[in-house]
C-alpha cells in the first residue's frame, strides 16, 4: 500500500499543472521514480520476505516526498498535496511503527488502526476529487484569463486601427475642409463678380436709352437758347425804337423760354441723377420714392436701349398706374433694378415673339400680332401692387418652375447671366414682399395666345 501511495505521489507530480509550466525538466525525473515505486511495489510483492525492509523503505520516501513539497518554495502551489498524503503516511507509519515495538497493542487495536486507514485514504481520495474540480475550475478561468486577455489584444489591434482610420478620415476631412473653404471663397469672390457683371450689363442697356432720353431735353434747351438769343436781338433793336409794346412781348417770349429751358434741363438732370443712383452700390437706406415715376422712367429708358441696338425693333407701351400708390419708402436703386430687368425681359419676349411669327411666313399672322408691354401699379390695403405683362412667347412650366434660380436663363449664351431674375427676387424678399410669375404658352389651334406677367408685391410697413 506504501507504494501504491508513492505511485499515486509521482504521478501526480508529474501532471501537475506546476511541474508543467515552470519545471518541465523535472517530468522526466517523477516518471523515473514512477517506474521505480512500481518495480519496488512488484518486488514486494513477489518475495514477501522482503515486505518488512520495503515498507520501511517506502515510509522513508513518502517522508522525504511530503517534507520536499512542503519545504521548497518552488512547490508551494502543491501544498494541498502535503494537506492531502500527510493522514495516510502518518496513520502508514505510526501503524508499522507500533506493530513493530508493541505488537500486543497493535493485535489489540488492529481494527482502530484500520479504521484510522480508512479514513485516512478517504481524506486523500477526497482531496484528490476537491483538488480536481479546483484545477478545472483554475483552468477553466486561465483559460477564460487568455480568452480575455486575447479578446482585449484583438480589441486593442481594432481600436489601433480604428484610430488609424480615424486619423486618416480626420486629415481626408480637413483636406477636403479646407478644399470646400477654398472652393467657397473662390465662388464667393466669382459671384460678386457676376453680380457686378450683371449690374453693369443692366447699366448697359440703360445707357443707349438715357442717350436717347437726354437728347430730347438737351434739343429742347439748345432750340430754346438759340431762339432766347435771336429775341434778345430783337430786343435790342426794339430798345432803341423805344417800342415798348414789343419789348413787352419779347420779353414774355423770353421768359416762357426760359420757363421750358429750365424744365427741359431738370429733365435732363433728373435723367443722369437716376443713372448714377443705378450704377452705384446700392446704400441699403429706405427713402420715400414715387414708385410710378420710377417704373414709368425705367419702362421708357428699357425700351430706347433696345432700338438704340435693333432700330428694326418696335413695341407698344402701355401703362395703368395707380395715383394712390403715392410715395413708398423702398430703396430706390434696388426697385429700379429690379423694374428694370422684368421689363427688359418683356421687351425681350415680344422681341423673340415678333422674330418667330414673321420667319413663321404667315403675312397675316405677322401684321396681326402687336408687340405689346403693359406696366401697371396699384394701391391695396396690404400693399403696392407692380404689374409687367408682355404678349411675347411665354414660358412653359418647367421653366417657370426654374425662372428664380441663380444662373438659370433661356437666353442664347453671351446675352444672360442668368442672374437678373434671382438678384430681383433677393431684392423683393428683402423689402419683405414678393416676386412671382404666371405664364402662358398658347396653342395656335385652340385660338389661344402667349403671354407672361411678373408680380411684384411690396407690403405696408
Known amino acids: 500500500m506504501d507504494f501504491i501511495l508513492l505511485i499515486i505521489a509521482f504521478r501526480f507530480l508529474q501532471t501537475h499543472a506546476q511541474t508543467k509550466e515552470h519545471f518541465p525538466e523535472w517530468q522526466g525525473l517523477f516518471l523515473k521514480s514512477l517506474i521505480a515505486a512500481c518495480c519496488f511495489l512488484a518486488i514486494q510483492i513477489v518475495f514477501e520476505r522482503t515486505d518488512g525492509v520495503m515498507r520501511w523503505v517506502a515510509h ?27 493522514p495516510v503516511v502518518f496513520v502508514h507509519i505510526f501503524q508499522d511503527l507500533t506493530r513493530l515495538v508493541a505488537p500486543e497493542f497493535y493485535h489489540s487495536w488492529e481494527s482502530l488502526f484500520g479504521t484510522a486507514g480508512v479514513f485516512a485514504w478517504i481524506w486523500l481520495v477526497a482531496q484528490f476529487i476537491i483538488s480536481r474540480k479546483q484545477r478545472k475550475a483554475l483552468e477553466t478561468e486561465r483559460i477564460k484569463a487568455i480568452q480575455k486577455e486575447i479578446e482585449f489584444k484583438n480589441s486593442q ?74 429775341l434778345l436781338d430783337e430786343l435790342k433793336d426794339e430798345l432803341v425804337k423805344g417800342d415798348l409794346d414789343e419789348i413787352r412781348l419779347i420779353v414774355g417770349d423770353i421768359m416762357a423760354n426760359e420757363e421750358k429751358i429750365i424744365h427741359h434741363g431738370k429733365r435732363a438732370d433728373a435723367i443722369v441723377k437716376g443713372m448714377l443712383q443705378h450704377s452705384r452700390s446700392s446704400s441699403g437706406v429706405k427713402e420715400l420714392t414715387d414708385i410710378n415715376e420710377l417704373a414709368d422712367e425705367y419702362l421708357r429708358l428699357s425700351y430706347h436701349g433696345l432700338r438704340a441696338k435693333d432700330k428694326s425693333f418696335n413695341a407698344s407701351m402701355e401703362t395703368d398706374l395707380d395715383e394712390a400708390v403715392g410715395m413708398v419708402e423702398v430703396v430706390s436703386q434696388e426697385i429700379g433694378r429690379v423694374i428694370l430687368n422684368l421689363v427688359n425681359n418683356a421687351f425681350y419676349a415680344v422681341s423673340e415673339r415678333k422674330k418667330q ?40 412650366d418647367g421653366v417657370k418652375e426654374k425662372i428664380f434660380q441663380p444662373f438659370f436663363t433661356t437666353k442664347p449664351t453671351g446675352l444672360g447671366t442668368g442672374l437678373g431674375l434671382s438678384l430681383s427676387y433677393d431684392i423683393v424678399k428683402v423689402h419683405g414682399g414678393e416676386l412671382t410669375v404666371s405664364s402662358q404658352v398658347g396653342d395656335k389651334e385652340k385660338g389661344e395666345d402667349s403671354w407672361t406677367e411678373f408680380y411684384i408685391f411690396i407690403p405696408n410697413y
Request: charged share 25%; hydrophobic share 40%.
Open 60 to 86: 522513508c520516501i513518502n517522508l522525504y516526498v511530503v517534507y520536499a513539497a512542503y519545504n521548497r518554495q518552488v512547490f508551494a502551489p502543491l501544498k494541498p498535496f502535503v494537506y492531502a498524503f500527510f
Open 157 to 230: 489591434k481594432r481600436k489601433d486601427a480604428l484610430e488609424i482610420q480615424v486619423a486618416e478620415r480626420t486629415a481626408e476631412l480637413t483636406a477636403q475642409k479646407e478644399s470646400l473653404e477654398k472652393t467657397l471663397h473662390e465662388l464667393k469672390a466669382m459671384q460678386s463678380q457676376l453680380i457686378q457683371s450683371e449690374k453693369m450689363a443692366s447699366l448697359g442697356e440703360l445707357t443707349a436709352g438715357i442717350a436717347h432720353e437726354i437728347q430730347n431735353p438737351l434739343n429742347f434747351v439748345t432750340n430754346f437758347s438759340e431762339l432766347n438769343k435771336e
Open 357 to 396: 411669327v414673321d420667319d413663321f411666313g404667315d403675312v397675316s399672322l405677322s401684321s396681326s400680332y402687336k408687340p405689346t408691354v403693359w406696366l401697371s401699379s396699384k394701391r391695396t390695403n396690404r400693399g403696392i401692387e407692380i404689374r409687367v405683362k408682355d404678349n411675347g412667347t411665354g414660358m412653359p
